[in-house]
C-alpha cells in the first residue's frame, strides 16, 4: 500500500483547484493509499489559509485535512531527524519536518514544491 505524506504546497493546491490539486484529489479519493500530514504542515496551513481565506474556510479547510489523513505529531525523534535535514539537504525548517516524518513512516512526500525535487522520497504534482 503506498503511503504519502502531503505537505502545505499540495494542501493549497488541492483547496485552489488546480491541475495540481485535481491530482492530490485524486490521491484522495484513492482508498488503496494511506495519506498522513504533519503537525507542522497544520501550523502552516493554519496560518495561510487564513490570510488567504479567511477563518471560516480556514476551519472548514482544516476539518477536512484532518477527515481524509491522519495528522503526525513532530516527536523528539522527527524533530532531530529534521534538524538533520535542515544541515544536509537544506530544506527550510518545515520541509525537513515533513521529510523526516515520510522517512519515519516510509512514504513519500507528495509535493509541488521545487525545494523537493531532488529528493528521492519525493512525488511531484
Given at each position: 500500500?503506498?503511503?504519502?505524506?502531503?505537505?502545505s504546497f499540495?494542501?493549497?493546491?488541492?483547496?485552489?483547484?488546480?491541475p495540481?490539486g485535481?491530482?492530490?484529489?485524486?490521491?484522495?479519493?484513492?482508498n488503496?493509499?494511506?495519506?498522513?500530514?504533519?503537525?507542522?504542515?497544520y501550523y502552516e496551513?493554519?496560518?495561510?489559509l487564513?490570510?488567504?481565506k479567511?477563518?471560516?474556510?480556514r476551519?472548514e479547510a482544516?476539518?477536512?485535512?484532518?477527515?481524509?489523513a491522519?495528522?503526525?505529531?513532530?516527536?523528539?525523534?522527527i524533530?532531530?531527524?529534521?534538524?538533520?535535514?535542515?544541515?544536509?539537504?537544506?530544506?527550510?525548517a518545515?520541509?525537513?519536518?515533513t521529510?523526516?516524518?515520510?522517512r519515519?513512516?516510509?512514504?513519500?512526500?507528495?509535493?509541488?514544491?521545487?525545494?523537493?525535487?531532488?529528493?528521492?522520497e519525493?512525488?511531484?504534482?
Amino acid at each position: 500500500m503506498k503511503k504519502y505524506v502531503i505537505d502545505s504546497f499540495a494542501w493549497m493546491e488541492f483547496f485552489k483547484g488546480t491541475p495540481r490539486g485535481k491530482k492530490v484529489k485524486g490521491i484522495l479519493e484513492d482508498n488503496k493509499t494511506k495519506k498522513y500530514t504533519t503537525a507542522a504542515n497544520y501550523y502552516e496551513l493554519y496560518y495561510r489559509l487564513t490570510q488567504e481565506k479567511g477563518a471560516a474556510m480556514r476551519n472548514e479547510a482544516l476539518t477536512f485535512i484532518k477527515s481524509n489523513a491522519t495528522l503526525l505529531d513532530v516527536t523528539e525523534e522527527i524533530a532531530s531527524t529534521a534538524g538533520e535535514i535542515r544541515l544536509t539537504e537544506e530544506l527550510n525548517a518545515i520541509d525537513a519536518f515533513t521529510l523526516a516524518a515520510a522517512r519515519r513512516i516510509n512514504a513519500h512526500v507528495l509535493t509541488g514544491d521545487k525545494d523537493f525535487e531532488k529528493i528521492k522520497e519525493t512525488e511531484m504534482i
